[in-house]
């Protein structure tokens, strides 16, 4: 009920918003893998909400969306992709940002947070703060300066779930539940119930800590060369997570599980040259994590510093678009540290959702009218080791220039030898159907 609250509040509210586009939806969602077993129902219905304001000058600039799903609220969200006040070079709120560019290519969430709603098919949410935006745009080699700082710290959104008497019950497909059997002793012993106690930590904690993050380029999107350079001291999107486990002596052990943020230090840069219909371009990020600070009794990951590196190719021809990347990650290793590191290193989580991959999407646009039209979307991601692939299809129509319909397909298959992201959810395959209407 909160989640659909809030929806009808920004829903009813679009007059605040001067100029503002709304668009309410209906939409069914189906798990169409024979194996799927996340949850007793397969289907699931969605009646959303879209709020949208942009301006070239000063004023309010909003991107907000909200589902609600009668048949199980836990599957409901809110998600504030921007919400800021633009007044000439300052801006005060939440702003998306392309800092880096293989972090936005692959969803990866160090510079900005993710909203992981569905893990497969994540989105950017803008950092929350202060913006000074510099430009001289005069002469032939224009630049520009992006600076942000903050007291306000606002984490990745991840999926809804529910714990009761120390277990996480399946309510939820996108909410993949920690291991509910381990080996937990020397001898090889297997546990086959584990209790988990899930121990937040306060708003306070979480929401007030520090971001300084700087962005220099030189050059234009379109045009040439352009270079950008970012560094950032920043807490991690991803919160690290400190464990502790006791065998009981019905042969089960109490999990109990703390979140804690945790500073990194980054520096990143991007090399582009588009001309004509056609850009190729380097960027690379290097990542230097500070170590948790948690209490000695508990096990955690502690990451050893990382460098990652993508090179990209996009081309368009008259309706079609495509873009080619690669990502490879090297470093970022999890120390697992902590009295009980072998029996708890499988609950810990792993810096980055896979080690590699590669990337080609494609849109085809077709418009007989300038309010009716068709947009087909094609993206393959697959692992360099073949541990993983992902299919994304998606076709929208617009009717006329209110009502709109769309369907998708999401496939994924995961490899039993490398672990990744996506070996937890090999069986939520998908097929969404749905119609919009703008007001």
């Known amino acids: 009920m909160p989640v659909l609250g809030l929806l009808l509040v920004f829903l009813a509210s679009g007059s605040v918003f001067a100029e503002t586009q709304g668009e309410v939806s209906l939409r069914q969602d189906s798990f169409v893998s024979p194996q799927y077993s996340s949850t007793n129902s397969k289907s699931f219905g969605f009646l959303g909400g879209h709020l949208k304001q942009s301006t070239e000058t000063t004023g309010l600039v909003g991107d907000i969306t909200g589902e609600f799903v009668p048949q199980n609220p836990m599957m409901s969200y809110l998600n504030v992709q921007e919400l800021y006040h633009r007044e000439s070079f300052f801006s005060v709120g939440r702003k998306l940002y392309a800092w880096n560019r293989l972090d936005e290519d692959f969803n990866l969430g160090v510079f900005q947070p993710q909203f992981r709603w569905n893990p497969l098919d994540p ?45 996480f019950e ?5 909410f993949r539940t920690p291991p509910q059997r381990a080996q937990f002793d020397d001898q090889g012993k297997i546990v086959d119930q584990i209790n988990y106690d899930l121990q937040k930590p306060s708003v306070n904690e979480v929401v ?7 962005a220099l380029y030189l050059g234009e ?8 350079a970012v560094s950032a001291y920043k807490p991690s999107n991803q919160l690290a997570l400190g464990t502790d486990g006791v065998l009981t002596p019905n042969n089960s052990v109490d999990v109990k599980i703390v979140p804690k943020i945790y500073y990194h230090s980054l520096v990143g840069g991007d090399l582009q040259y588009s001309f004509s219909n056609f850009q190729i371009g380097l960027s690379g990020l290097s990542e230097h994590p500070h170590k948790p600070e948690f209490d000695q009794t508990l096990t955690y990951n502690n990451y050893n510093d990382s460098r990652l590196g993508s090179v990209f190719v996009a081309a368009r021809a008259g309706r079609f678009q495509t873009h080619l990347s690669r990502l490879t990650v090297q470093g970022g290793e999890a120390q697992v540290q902590g009295p009980k590191a072998k029996e708890l290193a499988s609950v810990l989580p792993q810096r980055f959702p896979y080690r590699s991959a590669n990337k080609i999407s494609a849109v085809y646009e077709y418009k007989w009218k300038k309010y009716e039209g068709l947009k087909g979307q094609a993206t393959y991601m697959q692992g360099d080791q073949n541990e993983f692939e992902l299919v994304k299809l998606s076709l929208g129509w617009q009717i006329d220039p209110k009502w709109s319909a769309q369907a998708q397909g999401l496939l994924v298959r995961a490899s039993n030898t490398v672990k990744t992201v996506f070996s937890d959810y090999e069986d939520n395959d998908q097929v969404q159907m749905g119609v919009s209407y703008v007001f």
Do not use: C, H
């Not at 803008?126 to 430009?135: A, E, K, R, S």
């Not at 080699?141 to 984490?155: C, D, E, H, V």
């Not at 007030?208 to 700087?214: D, I, L, P, Q």
């Open 221 to 228: 999107d379109q045009k040439g060369f352009k270079i950008q």
């Open 123 to 167: 989105s950017s949410q803008g950092l929350t703060g202060i913006y000074m935006d510099l430009q001289n745009q005069i002469g032939e080699m224009p630049w520009g300066m992006m600076l942000f700082a903050s007291f306000t710290f606002i984490p990745d959104q991840g999926s809804s779930y529910q714990l009761r008497d120390g277990q």
């Open 170 to 174: 399946p309510a939820n497909p996108w």
């Open 208 to 214: 007030y800590n520090t971001s300084f993050v700087g």
